[in-house]
């Protein structure tokens, strides 16, 4: 019996199976029902009493080894087996997988609409292949009003009265919004906007806005004012504070131009600010009666007032880029270092 033990202990040792296939063969021919380890348990029964301990001592032993060697190759030969499969070594670490990040600009968009809808604003979106109507002509811009000029404007078909151009503006979508909707309207207008205009570190021809509007009875140049200041403070801080200086839109009355204290330089001048310790954000005013006219609303009854500022100004502020160009340029270098929040 000892003789078949250690033939047995031999075989294990050597063993090297090509296939799952030996690997049974071998586990039959020792554990199966006519197996050789098998026929050894039988015949421990009739063993000399004093041999008996050492004797289960080893065949129970030798059980295991049978087993941990089945195991072992088993194991061993399902993972080539797979490996041959895909051609890949699946016992290897994984990879760094990068999942991305929204980019920057879409980071500051919804931070400026998220504040916005606080204060009671909704989203609303338009077209950005626009007609003349929405982009100019119901907000009280004259056909040859110098204005247009200001806006230096992308034609697409300029056959009829109502030329189809590239919005330049997302004022146009508060037109529509006038258009079927009645007052109150409590608005905030994102899109892209497209502007004729040479490419620099300050200016691009394609940008984001976010336009708001406000209509309702009652709407006072107060409430303008306060609205625009909780929104800056939200964006830039408690401390932030605002000026307003006059200025000219065709479709507001009056007209201002909203600059924030520069968090560059805390107000003492540098050259972000050019000096002034104020940086100008948004135009904004109180809306034309003109405007209200041409969208249906009786501005005997209404007024409102309404804003616009340009994304990638906001950023730029945020973040102090210096170069607007890094925000269309998608370098990946760039752009992982916005971690704004995933999807
Ligand atoms: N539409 C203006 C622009 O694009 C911004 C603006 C909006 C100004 C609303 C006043 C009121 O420059």
Redo the contacts with the bound molecule.
């Keep these: 019996m000892w003789d078949t033990i250690d033939n047995l202990k031999k075989q294990l040792d050597n063993f090297q199976p090509q296939t799952v296939a030996d690997v049974e063969a071998l586990r039959v021919g020792i554990l199966g029902k006519k197996g050789s380890l098998t026929r050894l348990f039988e015949a421990f029964k009739d063993v000399d009493p004093a041999e008996k301990k050492e004797l289960g001592k080893q065949l129970n032993l030798l059980k295991n080894k049978v087993q941990e060697t089945v195991d072992r190759h088993r194991e061993r030969l399902a993972a080539t087996a797979a490996q041959n499969i895909s051609g890949d070594d699946l016992t290897k670490p994984a990879g760094l997988i990068h999942t991305g990040s929204r980019h920057p600009i879409a980071i500051v968009q919804r931070e400026i609409l998220d504040i916005f809808r606080k204060m009671g604003f909704s989203v609303e979106e338009g077209p950005e292949i626009e007609d003349d109507w929405h982009v100019f002509s119901a907000l009280n811009f004259a056909p040859d009003h110098p204005a247009r000029d200001m806006?230096d404007t992308f034609f697409i078909n300029t056959d009829s009265d109502n030329p189809v151009l590239l919005r330049?503006?997302t004022?146009s979508v508060q037109v529509r919004t006038m258009e079927k909707q009645k007052p109150p309207i409590r608005v905030v207008c994102p899109g892209r906007?497209f502007r004729n205009e040479a490419i620099s570190a300050r200016a691009h021809c394609i940008f984001h806005?976010v336009?708001g509007l406000y209509i309702d009875e009652k709407v006072s140049f107060a409430d303008l004012k306060q609205s625009i200041l909780l929104f800056v403070r939200e964006m830039f801080g408690a401390s932030a504070k605002i000026r307003l200086r006059p200025s000219y839109?065709p479709?507001?009355e009056p007209?201002a131009e909203v600059d924030v204290n520069c968090n560059i330089c805390g107000g003492a001048g540098c050259n972000i600010c050019k000096n002034t310790g104020w940086l100008e954000i948004?135009?904004?005013?109180m809306v034309d009666p003109n405007v209200l006219k041409a969208s249906g609303i009786d501005p005997e009854k209404f007024s409102g007032f309404?804003?616009?500022m340009g994304v990638e100004r906001i950023a730029m502020l945020k973040w102090q880029v210096r170069d607007l160009r890094l925000y269309f340029e998608n370098d990946v270098r760039f752009l992982e270092q916005f971690q704004g929040g995933l999807l």
């Excluded at 948004?282 to 005013?285: D, K, Q």
């Design positions: 806006q330049t503006h004022s906007v806005q336009e839109f479709f507001t007209s948004m135009g904004a005013g309404a804003f616009g």
